[in-house]
């Protein structure tokens, strides 16, 4: 069979950046290797900016269909995957007869009544309630609904009105004819981010061997054990995964981006002294140590409200904290950079975050950075996403094993090769 030309829109036209042709590398092979045969197809609900996609795509997935309800990550959707499978809209009015044929679904459903930040309303909550479309959906496509879902949330999920909510899922998942799994994987495997996430997969026809090794326990803890264990009534399985990658060795150093100390993006005198003044004793002494640092090196900062008052705290490690949409702005991440004697702070910038979910070839064109920032911070981290995609998700509907053509060690590079 004849390589395509890669279809992947984030890869500039014209452009020799590394990730793009190392995307379309990747791409290209799965076409015509592992997956020519039959390219499995995803259907993404709440598919955001998309970045669920690209994780499918470098995978070797096509997906034939997303929703979302945002005009303004449609656009970016649009500007990164066309809009030619983007149903732009409420879930609520999506029928299961509108999905076209598909052996994976995913969906990636707010979190904002699920993550500990929030209300915790869990799933009676307005937004996070919403999966229950996606349920109500998968029903009404009867015997055409996919072999394998996907559903990604906050760990929060894990927890919400005392575990009940997640349960509740899985037994709906059960109901529809799906036997589930669930997965824990922190972004940080990949790239200087702290973000932990809960998985549920769900197959129709999962395979009948069930052994789990020792060593899968950092992406099934020991509470999905127990809870997997307490519950009997469930019906699960477990799927064979290579080893997790250790933690990536970047570092925020190695991906911000490197502003003069003249850039307008800095704070100025009063907001950068407003932000040190705020700082407890040992968030202090880190600003001291960044400062004094023989070279220049940066750490994150995020606003907490303590006691009624705005203070900062800064990280101590070098990678950056969850990135989370910036309602309201407490949850605003700030870039702190300090060395030889200076110390200055600013936002961090859509670039840095783009690079941070592992996509730093998104494009955003003209929007603004603030809305951009919103919807990364909402969005998953690609090669996390890729590396359940590529040995989990492909393998269990192709029945085919995961190849060496995107291991592990190559979905971090996606992160740092621009
Ligand atoms: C956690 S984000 C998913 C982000 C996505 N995975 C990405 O990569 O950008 C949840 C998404 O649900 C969408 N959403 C919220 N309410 C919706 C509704 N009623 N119908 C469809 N989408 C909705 C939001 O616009 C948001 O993009």
């Given at each position: 069979m004849q390589p395509r030309a890669s279809p992947l829109p984030h890869a500039r036209s014209g452009s020799h950046s590394p990730v793009a042709s190392y995307l379309r590398l990747c791409y290209q092979r799965c076409m015509t290797t592992t997956h020519a045969a039959a390219k499995p197809r995803a259907v993404e609900f709440?598919?955001?900016?998309?970045l669920v996609r690209m994780a499918l795509e470098v995978a070797g997935a096509g997906v034939v269909f997303a929703n979302d309800i945002s005009p303004s990550k449609a656009r970016m959707y649009e500007l990164n995957f066309g809009n030619a499978d983007f149903v732009l809209g409420d879930i609520a009015e999506i029928k299961g007869t509108d999905i076209p044929d598909a052996e994976i679904a995913t969906a990636s459903f707010p979190c904002t009544d699920l993550s500990l930040a929030g209300n915790r309303a869990g799933l009676n909550g307005r937004e996070s309630g919403l999966v229950g479309e996606f349920l109500r959906i998968l029903k009404e496509m009867g015997d055409n609904r996919p072999t394998a879902v996907m559903l990604e949330n906050v760990a929060g999920f894990a927890t919400s009105n005392g575990g009940r909510d997640l349960l509740t899922t899985l037994e709906a998942l059960n109901e529809l004819g799906y036997y589930c799994d669930i997965a824990a994987l922190d972004a940080r495997r990949f790239v200087p981010q702290s973000r932990p996430r809960l998985f549920v997969i769900g197959s129709i026809d999962p395979p009948s061997t069930s052994y789990v090794p020792d060593e899968w326990v950092s992406l099934r803890p020991r509470w999905v054990t127990h809870l997997l264990a307490e519950n009997p009534q469930l019906r699960t399985f477990s799927f064979p995964l290579p080893p997790l990658p250790s933690d990536s060795e970047q570092t925020l150093d190695d991906l911000a981006e490197r502003l003069a100390p003249a850039d307008a993006a800095w704070w100025d005198d009063q907001r950068t002294s407003r932000f040190l003044s705020s700082l407890s004793h040992i968030n202090e002494e880190r600003a001291v140590a960044l400062r004094h640092a023989p070279c220049l090196t940066r750490r994150t900062a995020y606003r907490r409200t303590r006691g009624g008052k705005a203070v900062w705290e800064i990280r101590g490690d070098s990678i950056s904290g969850c990135l989370r949409t910036t309602r309201g702005g407490s949850s605003k991440q700030a870039l702190v950079e300090g060395g030889h004697g200076e110390l200055r702070v600013r936002w961090m910038t859509a670039t840095e975050y783009a690079r941070l979910q592992g996509?730093?070839?998104f494009r955003w064109g003209t929007m603004p950075e603030t809305q951009v920032r919103f919807a990364l911070g909402d969005a998953v981290c690609v090669p996390a996403v890729a590396w359940l995609a590529h040995n989990y998700l492909l393998p269990l509907v192709t029945g085919m094993p995961a190849t060496e053509v995107t291991a592990p060690s190559t979905y971090r590079e996606l992160a740092y090769a621009e």
């Open positions: 709440f598919a955001g900016v998309g996509a730093p070839a």
